[in-house]
């Protein structure tokens, strides 16, 4: 019988600092605190409710993607069908590593490197919410060449020719 009573005795006090030690760990009083001052309350929710909600929001992002990229393919197209040979030509392009927005300045690396700016055109960058809030241009498409091709090359312009 001695034995139970110490037994029930250090259970019940282990449980009460796991209860301290929650209370604790989690900031419940806090919490509640908080709710009451801020008269917040806490209802009843529908999971698939909520489930339906992030689906429509995540097929209007998709569709509103989907749009910009079908005009995209659709602009492309008609400039396709517009191009004429540029043989020789030196022609200028917006660069994705090298075109400045217009009043900046280029980095050392880039003067090391003997980059011939007039090649590059300038490009205005705006914040757009569909990028979040990142800037971009959504009026041109800039061209990525890699670091492993020489841009100012006969042979690259030639490749535009096919």
């Known amino acids: 019988m ?8 250090w259970a019940n006090k282990l449980g009460e600092e796991l209860w301290e030690l929650g209370l604790s760990v989690t ?3 806090e919490i509640k605190t908080t709710y009451k001052k801020l008269n917040a309350r806490v209802l009843p929710t529908d999971g698939e409710g ?3 909600t992030i689906v429509s929001n995540v097929n209007r992002l998709l569709k509103m993607k989907m749009d910009s990229v079908m005009c995209i393919i ?5 400039l396709g069908e517009e191009f004429t ?5 030196k022609y200028s392009y917006y660069s994705a590593k090298y075109s400045l927005e217009p009043g ?3 980095s050392e690396s880039e003067e090391e490197l003997g980059i011939d700016r ?4 300038e490009i205005q960058l705006t914040p757009d919410q569909a990028f979040y809030g990142i800037p971009v241009n959504t009026t ?3 061209v990525h060449v890699p670091t492993d091709v020489d841009d100012q090359s006969n042979i690259f312009y030639s490749l535009f020719n096919r």
């Open 2 to 9: 001695f034995v139970s009573r110490s037994v029930e005795q």
């Open 27 to 29: 900031k419940a009083p």
């Open 50 to 52: 909520i489930l339906n």
């Open 74 to 78: 659709d602009t492309a197209e008609e």
């Open 85 to 89: 040979s540029i043989a020789e030509t």
């Open 104 to 106: 900046g300045e280029p």
């Open 118 to 121: 007039q090649m590059y055109k």
């Open 140 to 142: 041109h498409s800039a």
